[in-house]
């Protein structure tokens, strides 16, 4: 009986293959590390014929570990890093050049130059985006105004592009689609039509022959199937497809307005339901698609980002030396109750959304002779804790819409003092899952196994859930506005220290270059 789901994950630093079953329990899982190739002018690549490698490898290995034959699975899903960008042969399946990694910053020039131009307002109105290097659009704009032959293979249509999402599928079934939640990162998508827009696309001068169809996230038949001369040695439909951070929002059963996961990974991403209202009326803040099941309208999210979440811990360890390891930081915060006015500005490459300032920097403020490395630890975390208070905020402010509570989720997800500040800092309850790791792949295999009949529906899905702890606010309210009060007073004193940039000397909008959370301190 086909009972199982099984769910790629393509993430920025690894390949990894995962089987579940109905009650939404891990059977299996196999992965490959992926290394990319990074320079010191802000490039960074993948090779997408290595990354096609890896899912065989993958699919190999959990197919053997599972100890069942493939006819026991009923759908493919598979979730993926949003951003980079792949163009390759029609004919040949062959890439005309290496991937191009979310956090390269080679289109910024052009991006800026949109920006100065005045046209920020339109895109940010069709894609809900601002424009950035991070988004694909200027980087497959780079890739045909200097790959040779691209741009008039492009226009015959012998050209594709892809998101990852679209890469895999492509190997997997033969089939150029992608999915509206992975489209919806290109900055070439209309979020109100779930459609390639031809106005962004002659503003960046893509050929739309080259782009791949748009799918809902949960499909039967949209994917195709993989082919049975394919790693999975049968047939089988590629039933759910999502962006991967789009992916942990539905692997941590959002699928109500209000409801939010947030990342806590190199930099942490906060995506929160809207609904099938888009809600994205303040540019501080970034809209995009949730997920759409076949046959529904598309759900909405809103999202902001915290930069340097990982970085700003690990420079406690390889910047000032205070603590051995990430995982020494608990302990440290634990042994100062309260920072006792001391706030720790992580602005090292200047403050990112919701209010960007390139030209602050970094700073601890507020130091007597008795604050010692105790302190500066807990005012560290806490300073990520109101940074995203500072999203929140712009929400509330921007839309009105806020989070009623938050699944969190990421490898710093596993510290529980840090979830217990924020849920200080924020007045809001903090729900961990039973798995923090896999919550993307789990997303994959939801929405793959409601497309395939494994659940009936969302209500269904929501029952599987399983969580490891729930962290409610332990400061009264007064404390909490104290504290706030306080962050935005030692903000508005690390602006100015250097000349402001056009852009920022760091990729904040991007998740690849900060160093990962990680319990024994290791990157």
């Keep these: 009986m086909a009972d199982l789901i099984a769910a790629l994950h393509q993430s920025a630093s690894d390949t990894r293959l995962i089987v579940y079953d109905r009650e939404g329990t891990k059977l299996t899982g196999q992965r490959v590390e992926l290394c990319p190739s990074a320079s ?52 040949t399946g062959r890439p005309y050049a290496p991937a191009i990694a979310g956090a390269d910053r080679r289109s910024a020039a052009l991006m800026a130059r949109l920006a100065r131009e005045g046209h920020s307002e339109l895109i940010y109105k069709k894609s809900g985006l601002v424009p950035d290097a991070l988004f694909s659009a200027g980087k497959l704009s780079w890739l045909l105004d200097n790959v040779e032959g691209l741009r008039a293979d492009a226009q015959r249509g012998e050209a594709l592009f892809g998101t990852m999402d679209s890469w895999l599928v492509w190997n997997l079934t033969g089939g150029h689609v992608t999915d509206v939640t992975s489209a919806s990162r290109t900055m070439l998508l209309n979020l109100d039509t779930q459609d390639w827009d031809e106005e962004l696309l002659a503003l960046f001068g893509i050929p739309s022959a080259m782009l791949p169809q748009v799918a809902p996230t949960s499909s039967p038949d949209r994917f195709g199937s993989t082919a049975g001369s394919g790693p999975f040695g049968i047939e089988l439909p590629v039933a759910g497809v999502l962006a991967e951070h789009q992916a942990a929002l539905f692997g941590q059963h959002c699928f109500l307005p209000g409801q939010a996961r947030y990342g806590f990974e190199g930099s942490s991403a906060l995506l929160v339901n809207t609904g099938t209202t888009r809600a994205d009326t303040d540019p501080r803040l970034l809209g995009t698609v949730a997920y759409q099941l076949a046959g529904e309208p598309a759900v909405y999210a809103l999202e902001g980002f915290v930069p340097y979440t990982g970085a700003t811990v690990q420079w406690l360890v390889d910047g000032l030396g205070i603590i051995r390891g990430v995982g020494e ?61 500072d999203v929140i905020e712009a929400m509330r402010e921007g839309t009105g819409c806020v989070p009623t509570q938050l699944r969190v989720d990421g490898n710093g997800a596993w510290f529980d003092m840090c979830m217990q500040i924020h849920a200080d800092v924020l007045g809001i309850q903090l729900r961990r899952p039973a798995d923090v790791t896999d919550t993307a792949a789990l997303g994959a295999a939801y929405a793959a196994g409601l497309a395939a009949g494994l659940w009936s529906d969302l209500a269904e899905v929501a029952a599987t859930r399983r969580e490891n702890h729930r962290w409610s606010a332990q400061w009264m309210p007064a404390q909490r506005e104290r504290g706030y009060a306080g962050w935005r007073s030692a903000l508005e004193r690390t602006t100015g220290w250097a000349e402001e940039a056009t852009e920022p000397q760091g990729d904040w909008l991007a998740t690849l270059t900060a160093a990962q959370w990680r319990a024994d301190g290791s990157r």
């Design 329 to 389: 930081i608990e302990a440290m915060s634990r042994r100062a109750d309260d920072p006792e006015g001391l706030y720790f500005v992580p602005a090292f490459t200047g403050l990112a959304l919701p209010r960007p300032e390139y030209g602050a920097r970094g700073a601890i403020l507020g130091m007597d002779t008795h604050h010692n490395q105790n302190h500066i630890a807990r005012a560290a975390l806490q300073a990520l804790a109101y940074q995203l208070r």
């Design 40 to 91: 010191s002018d802000g490039t960074l690549e993948y090779d997408p014929v290595e990354i096609w490698r890896h899912v065989q490898t993958v699919v190999g290995l959990a197919l053997s570990a599972l100890g069942r034959p493939s006819s026991a699975l009923a759908a493919v899903g598979i979730a993926a890093q949003r951003e980079t960008a792949v163009v390759w042969n029609r004919r």
